[in-house]
């Protein structure tokens, strides 16, 4: 049902690949939309929200 979908990361231009069974993880917990970082700057991104809090 689900295929590893390549995703150009937002953050840093970077390709990343957005695999099926993370795709089917998703789908459990109710998410639609498919990531727009790359795992790097999804890390990066969460540290600096809470550094701001």
Known sequence: MYE???IVC????EEFVWTAGEQE???TKG???????CP????AK???MN???
């Open 4 to 6: 590893d979908k390549k």
């Open 10 to 13: 937002k953050d840093c231009g």
């Open 25 to 27: 993880f998703y789908a």
């Open 31 to 37: 998410l639609t939309n498919a990531p727009v970082r």
């Open 40 to 43: 790097k700057c999804r890390k």
């Open 46 to 48: 969460k540290a600096r």
């Open 51 to 53: 550094n701001q809090q």
